[in-house]
């Protein structure tokens, strides 16, 4: 089966720009996730989809970061605006959408803020 | 609070040798343990898992240990080889939702 698929697979913008990702889950797979690995640490959760409903957003900067996911489907993050310490990784992951199942993760959008 | 995290952040093995990673928890009601590999510019590639109502699960090479008691869970990997050169993460998902935490991570490297 085709894995997770994320684009851009990096970015280099200024502060204060926008930005957004792109992910498209496996196929069939519900819930789907988006990641934020800073470098040297494990990837800390943002923002959890089942279909095209938010389960858990508590860790989502609202007044910059904004996720939507139409459709049940595809998903796109957006920051607007960026600051410096938004440089990381931004990881998309999906599973079936049971509870005790591993999720699969996409290589991720390397995001640098000059 | 919720919180995962390694014992070692790097560890250094002989090729062919086993590798044992550890890592604690410290929320007593997760239920289910995940160990993911991460290779550079890649995202995390799942290992093996394991539920709170077991102590051992194997795969191929592989080995995840849950100690409730001591709330540890370490990862064992038989004849390490070159290619299990990366960064392991243990995660842990609480019996309240699907919210899934993950560690800091251990670097592993394997020694020709």
């Known amino acids: 089966e085709a894995g997770v698929a994320q684009s851009p697979r990096y970015k280099i913008i200024e502060k204060r720009q926008s930005v957004a990702f792109w992910c498209n889950p496996i196929s069939g797979h519900a819930t789907l996730y988006w990641y934020q690995q800073i470098l040297g640490q494990g990837p800390k959760l943002l923002i959890q989809f089942q279909n095209n409903g938010v389960v858990d957003d508590s860790q989502l900067p609202k007044d910059r970061f904004s996720a939507e996911r139409l459709k049940g489907v595809d998903s796109t993050l957006k920051i607007q605006p960026a600051k410096l310490e938004d440089s990381a990784v931004y990881l998309c992951a999906s599973s079936p959408g049971g509870r005790d199942q591993p999720q699969h993760f996409g290589d991720g959008t390397r995001l640098s803020i000059l | 609070g919720e919180s995962v995290g390694l014992h070692l952040p790097t560890l250094s093995v002989q090729e062919g040798d086993n590798s044992i990673i550890n890592c604690a928890y410290s929320?007593?009601?997760?239920?289910?343990f995940i160990w993911y590999k991460q290779e550079s510019g890649k995202g995390p590639q799942f290992i093996i898992d394991?539920?709170?109502?077991?102590d051992k699960r194997q795969g191929q090479r592989v080995t995840v240990l849950l100690n409730k008691t001591v709330k540890h869970l370490s990862l064992q990997i038989a004849a390490t080889q070159p290619g299990d050169s990366a960064v392991y993460f243990c995660?842990?998902?609480?019996?309240?939702?699907?919210?899934?935490?993950f560690g800091a991570g251990t670097r592993l490297f394997v020694k020709a």
């Open positions: 394991i539920r709170s109502n077991m």
């Open positions: 929320n007593s009601a997760s239920d289910y």
């Open positions: 995660a842990e998902r609480g019996t309240g939702g699907f919210k899934t935490i």
